[in-house]
Every structure is written in structure tokens, then in C-alpha cells.
């Protein structure tokens, strides 16, 4: 037995199977599939006025196309989890992957908002069942410390800058093609993943003989589902709505039961002892922050591009290639080399404290601003140093635990990624438009100011929304400086008592 590095004591896996010689074509696979699944969350955003005018969906409902596939997700993740490692991560994957194109499919042949809501809820429960299986796949096949890293940094940079991707491929299929071909898409992928999963991946049966913790699905799914619709629902209602505060009121509490329960359970939906660990406790928690900065920016730079610099789709899109680049660039060519010599926390703190000065250069935008001087430096560091940043998480996160959890903990991470994207989303935007709406108020003189008043006051909104980003970012490098203690991967377990785990 040896220690993983977050306590756990876990079998030499060199000793129980003989190494897989064609997993770094698995990791293709792999890869494939959670970049699929990262970049639909954001491949509709730009396609969404053309599709809104298609189907002639309302100002009030189009919200939908986004919340529908972020409300599913989020809200199903820890179920899709666990039923990973119940049933087996590779069946629950090729299921994931026939889904996810299945609704892909009937999203883009849609012919009434009701069908593409559906189809976009449907992309969410089956992404739900990928998206741990995915990572808890990646998370069993490499174990080696020095191969852990670069197929670590491969997925860190994927999942960073999936989201970026998604407004360039949105941008690209919207312009050139039609909106329908955003969701389109997804169907070659998944074919490919499907082939390729049933030729290259393996995996250790499932745990058949434990059973599904369904009141934990109850509760845990149920809260989250409800946290989730509740940031959704903050930013056209407002926080203090009364049915935000009803959807936060009952999330919470649904969530304690779950806690309550979870320490209960003959089989939990989410063993205790997974989150309780300090450092991967702290690692979700840093995911979730650094997210919350991240995704908010997404919203932000969307509109600035094409409103107030005119830029089009394509252009706007393709404004944020040099982000996407340098997420992959700090994922796998520096913190993937340099994860088996330092401590995971002395690659993201520094990339988090990079990313935050990466936020206060977008705070100088102005009307007039210069992509080139003033927007590109900003987007090139944020990249740096969000790839200094999830890399380590996600490695970090998922190691040293048992196999038969490898799902659940996977699910976990992609849930601090996908609520911090809906806190980000929900909050910074609510902050940008009050921020707008109060400066076009002071500055409203006549109607004629109107012109000049509303764009600057738009952009006063933006920064000030992005300062909050950064104080977030800063509050993340201060989470993860204190309570992420694993030591180098290259190194040995960090000294905590070993909880003895068997392989299933």
C-alpha cells in the first residue's frame, strides 16, 4: 500500500495491472469528451439572439437556453458520480457521450423555445453522468506521478479554457453556418469519443453490491438543483425577490439535511471523509472562487467586444483565443512539468495573484480602449494563471482517493466548477448593471446626453463588477495558500493519518 497525497492509503497500482500502453489515446478520448461538454455550457451564448429570433422566443424566457443545461448539471452531478462508481466510469461514460448527442441532436433540429429548453435540459443530465465519469476515468488510469501530471495539465487546460472555446467555435458556426450547428456538433464528437472509448478505454467493474443513496439523491441533488436556479433566477429578479430567497432558503436547508444524512447512511451519495480532508476541501473551494472571477469575466467581454468595440460574432469569438492559448500554455507546459517538484499550492497561489493582476488591468477599459494594449495583456495573464491554477485542482483533488469514490470525488470538483460559474454569472452581472444603472442616473442630464452617457456607464458597470472579480481571485489565493497542504506529487503522501481504503 502507499499513501496518495491527501491521505489516503491506496494500492501501488503498478502491483495490481500491468500499465495500459495506449492510455495516452485514451486521454484523447477523454479529453474529447469533457472539452464537449465544457464548451456547450457557453457555445450557445453567441448563437442565442439568432436562435431567439428563429423560434420566437421572449426576452423573459431565452435566459432558458442557459439555465436549463446549467440547472440539470449542477444539480445532478453528485448523482451522476456515484452512479459512476456504482455501475462502472466507462459504461456510464459511452451512455453519457450516446445522450449528450441524442439531445445535442433534437436541440438543433428544434422547432419552439419548449424543444430547445428540453434538449438543453436533457445535454445536462446526461452531461452530468460524463463529466465525473470523464475525470474519474483520467483519475484511474494514470497513476504514475510524472504521467499523472501531463495528462493532469491536458485536462486542466481543457477544462479551463473550454468555456473561451466555446465562444470561438459559437461565433465561427453562428457567422458561417447557422445557430442550429452549435448544438450540431456535438454529434461527430460524440461518435468519435463513443468509437474510441470502446476501443481504448478500461476500467475496474463497479460496485454493484452497494446501493444508491436515495434519500442523500433527494437532498443533495434537490438542494443543489435549487442553489443553482436560485443564482439563475437572481439576475433578471433581483437577490431580493422572494422567490430567490424561497430557492436559496430551501437549498440550504436541503443541503444541511444532506450533510445531516450523509453521516448517516449505510451507503452515502458523498462519504464525509472525502470533503473533510483539508486540502481537498480546500481545492474545491479554491475551484469554486476562482471560478466565481472567471466565468463573470466570460459575460462581461462578450458584450464589451460586440456592443461597445462592434466587433462580430467571429471577431468577438476569436478575441478570446490568446485567453484559451495561455490557459493551455500554464496548464501543461508549467504547472504540469512543475507539479512533481513543488507543492501543488506554490503553483496556484501564484497563478490565482496572476490572474487577479490579469483583472485589474481590464479595470482601465474604457469606450475608447485598444484590444491590442489594453484588453489582450489582461486576457494573456488571466490565462497564465488560471492554467497555474486548475491543473494542480483537479490533480490534486483526486488524488489518493479509493477507487470506489473515484466518481463521487470527480463529480465534486465539476460541482464547485459549475455552481461557481452560477454565482459568478448571477452575482457580477447583478453588480454590473445596478453599477450601470447608477452612474447613467448621475450622468443623465437631458435626453440628449443619452448617447454618450449609456455606453460609459455601461463599462463604469463592468469594471466595477470586476473588481469584485478580483477581490474573489485574491480570496481564492488566500484559501488555497492555507489550507491546500499535499506535498509534490514526486514526494511522497502529505503527513496525515492514513484511512485505509480497498480496491473494489
Not at 429548453?117 to 476515468?137: E, I
Not at 490572474?355 to 491590442?372: D, N, Q
Amino acid at each position: 500500500m502507499s499513501s496518495g497525497r491527501t491521505g489516503e492509503s491506496v494500492p501501488i497500482p503498478a502491483r495490481a495491472e500491468a500499465v495500459d500502453p495506449r492510455r495516452w489515446w485514451g486521454l484523447v478520448v477523454i479529453a474529447l469528451a469533457q472539452l464537449m461538454v465544457v464548451l456547450d455550457a457557453t457555445i450557445v451564448n453567441i448563437a442565442l439572439p439568432s436562435a431567439q429570433h428563429d423560434l420566437h422566443m421572449s426576452d423573459g424566457n431565452r435566459q432558458w437556453v442557459i439555465t436549463a443545461y446549467t440547472l440539470a448539471f449542477g444539480g445532478l452531478l453528485l448523482l451522476g458520480g456515484r452512479v459512476a462508481d456504482l455501475v462502472g466510469r466507462k459504461r456510464t461514460f459511452v451512455v453519457g457521450l450516446i445522450g449528450f448527442a441524442a439531445a445535442s441532436a433534437f436541440g438543433g433540429a428544434a422547432t419552439g423555445p419548449a424543444m430547445l429548453f428540453g434538449a438543453r435540459a436533457l445535454q445536462g443530465v446526461f452531461a452530468a453522468v460524463l463529466a465525473p465519469s470523464a475525470l474519474s476515468l483520467l483519475t484511474t488510469t494514470f497513476t504514475d506521478p510524472r504521467e499523472r501530471g501531463k495528462a493532469f495539465g491536458i485536462y486542466g487546460a481543457l477544462a479551463g479554457s473550454g468555456s473561451a472555446i466555446g465562444f470561438i467555435l459559437g461565433g465561427l458556426l453562428t457567422e458561417y453556418l447557422n445557430w442550429r450547428w452549435c448544438l450540431y456538433v456535438n454529434v461527430p464528437i460524440a461518435i468519435l469519443a463513443v468509437i474510441g472509448a470502446f476501443a481504448l478505454l478500461h476500467d475496474r467493474p463497479g460496485h454493484g453490491e452497494s446501493r444508491l443513496d436515495v434519500p442523500g439523491v433527494l437532498l443533495g441533488c434537490g438542494g443543489l438543483v435549487a442553489v443553482v436556479y436560485g443564482f439563475s433566477e437572481a439576475q433578471p429578479r433581483g437577490w431580493t425577490d422572494p422567490v430567490v430567497l424561497a430557492l436559496f432558503a430551501a437549498g440550504i436547508a436541503l443541503l444541511a439535511l444532506f450533510v445531516w444524512w450523509q453521516g448517516r447512511a449505510p451507503s452515502p451519495l458523498l462519504p464525509l471523509h472525502i470533503v473533510r480532508d483539508r486540502t481537498r476541501a480546500g481545492c474545491f473551494l479554491t475551484m469554486m472562487l476562482a471560478v466565481i472571477g472567471m466565468f463573470g469575466l466570460f459575460l462581461f467581454m462578450t458584450y464589451y467586444l460586440q456592443v461597445i468595440l462592434g466587433y462580430s460574432p467571429v471577431r468577438a469569438g476569436l478575441g478570446f483565443l490568446p485567453l484559451t492559448a495561455a490557459i493551455i500554455t500554464g496548464s501543461t507546459q508549467i504547472a504540469a512539468r512543475l507539479l512533481n517538484r513543488v507543492a501543488p499550492r506554490l503553483l496556484m497561489v501564484p497563478g490565482l495573484l496572476l490572474a487577479s493582476v490579469g483583472l485589474m488591468l481590464l479595470t482601465r477599459m474604457t469606450v475608447h480602449s485598444s484590444y491590442a494594449t489594453d484588453i489582450l495583456p489582461a486576457l494573456i495573464l488571466l490565462g497564465l494563471g488560471m492554467g497555474l491554477t486548475f491543473m494542480p485542482v483537479f490533480a490534486t483533488a483526486t488524488a489518493g482517493v479509493a477507487p470506489k469514490d473515484a466518481g463521487v470525488t470527480s463529480a465534486t470538483v465539476n460541482t464547485a466548477q459549475q455552481v461557481g460559474g452560477s454565482i459568478g454569472t448571477a452575482l457580477l452581472n447583478t453588480i454590473a448593471t445596478t453599477s450601470s444603472a447608477a452612474y447613467i442616473a448621475a450622468h443623465l442630464r437631458s435626453p440628449a446626453d443619452r448617447a454618450a452617457a449609456v455606453p460609459v456607464g455601461v463599462v463604469h458597470g463592468y469594471t466595477v463588477a470586476i473588481w469584485w472579480a478580483v477581490g474573489v481571485m485574491l480570496l481564492a489565493a488566500l484559501v488555497a495558500g492555507l489550507m491546500v497542504t499535499a506535498r509534490p506529487a514526486g514526494r511522497g503522501a502529505a503527513t496525515k493519518p492514513r484511512v485505509r481504503e480497498s480496491v473494489g
